[in-house]
């Protein structure tokens, strides 16, 4: 079902996506699938319950290539990529001269070079960035002729061991060149709903045969961008452009875990990195407000850009993601608070339709994160 503008692209899958009943939308420029015929909310519990393929081939991949990459993409980022091992992949942050968030990013360790994968809506800009800083230093590599597949949830390590058996040695944020079904795969064992996952690069041109291979299992329906967002937000992950953008530092985003310890203060290499100075003193001395998880009370979804008002009606900050949550069957939220109101239990009050509600701060996330790393003992 589609009556797209003409003007958007399409990725490989877009054919596919139409055969299978998908709704599509604008996004970040492309005509992107929001759901299937199965709905949103069943499309959500698949996912948690068994596997769901999501096509996020609009997302921009790039290869940095040179003996330095891992130095040069180092300077723009406030994490440790030269002690990255091979095969390892890790969450990174490109920041601007204030400290705040430009985008975020995975960035791999792939052995000859270093495969990077940012935001659709930032790719444009990201590539421009990375292009006038290190592009003397690295030869840059835009993967203009690859798709990207995302298989989700507890079911999604059985599928991919029964097509590609040595999957079954990879842990969370592990890479590996992989053949399936014939077919050549980059694949990270990752992902952006808090279930066990892959994501997996492969060529435009053999994209529709993998997708077929992955859906014919009896584990995989396909789940559409509505679904991938009320999954990421229970599991307590950033949308870029809503909970993240160049205006909010790392340390106010609660992302703190994402900075390594080689680039900070006392590290081996502090700093270096676009706003270091304005993020190296936060770490240090705190900052006035932190992205705290929201529930609020009732059944009624509290939207993005709510206010958030303390119990004597003083506006302490906002909302930046939200809406229901079908595994935890209620409305979850995520935005920002003042610090001394962002401890689990705080009792606050939204704006929602120009009536104030109930709304608590709870520590993130909503469900729990289910990522693999390895056999338990």
């Not at 995975?106 to 444009?124: I, P, Q, R």
């Not at 690069?201 to 014919?216: F, G, I, K, M, Y």
Request: proline share 5%; charged share 25%; aromatic share 6%.
């Amino acid at each position: 079902m589609s009556d797209q503008d003409p003007n958007l692209k399409q990725t490989a899958l877009h054919d596919l996506h139409v055969e299978a009943g998908a709704r599509m939308v604008p996004f970040a420029g492309y005509a992107m699938p929001v759901q299937y015929p199965l709905g949103i909310v069943k499309e959500h519990l698949h996912t948690r319950r068994s596997a769901g393929l999501f096509d996020v081939s609009h997302m921009g991949q790039v290869k940095l290539h040179g003996e330095s990459a891992a130095a040069a993409m180092e300077s723009l980022v406030p994490v440790d990529l030269i002690g990255l091992p091979e095969m390892k992949q890790r969450y990174a942050l490109f920041t601007n001269e204030r400290g705040g968030i430009m985008d975020d990013l995975m960035v791999t360790n792939a052995g000859d070079h270093l495969f990077v994968v940012v935001n659709a809506a930032c790719k444009e800009q990201d590539i421009a960035h990375m292009r006038t800083h290190i592009g003397e230093t690295c030869e840059i590599e835009v993967l203009e002729d690859r798709a990207l597949l995302a298989l989700q949830g507890p079911e999604a390590g059985a599928v991919m061991k029964r097509l590609a058996p040595e999957t079954e040695e990879m842990v969370f944020m592990t890479a590996a060149e992989i053949d399936i079904d014939g077919i050549d795969c980059f694949v990270t064992r990752s992902g952006y709903t808090g279930e066990d996952g892959f994501e997996i690069s492969v060529a435009n041109e053999d994209a529709e045969r993998l997708a077929r291979t992955l859906l014919v299992q009896a584990e995989v329906e396909w789940v559409g961008l509505g679904a991938r967002d009320s999954l990421r937000l229970e599991a307590g992950l950033c949308l870029y452009g809503h909970d993240l953008d160049e205006n909010t530092t790392p340390v106010e985003a609660s992302l703190l875990w994402a900075l390594s310890k080689p680039r900070r203060a006392d590290g081996e290499r502090p700093g270096g990195y676009p706003g270091a100075e304005v993020i190296l003193k936060q770490i240090a001395d705190g900052v006035e407000r932190k992205r705290v998880g929201l529930k609020p009370e009732g059944r009624m979804p509290v939207r993005e850009g709510a206010k958030l008002f303390d119990l004597d009606g003083n506006e302490v900050g906002v909302v930046t993601s939200g809406g229901f949550g079908p595994s935890v069957n209620g409305p979850v939220a995520m935005g920002y608070v003042r610090t001394d109101l962002a401890q689990p239990e705080t009792a606050l009050q939204a704006e929602v339709r120009g009536k104030r509600v109930p709304i608590q701060v709870v520590k993130l996330p909503f469900v729990e994160q289910r990522y693999y790393r390895g056999p338990k003992a």
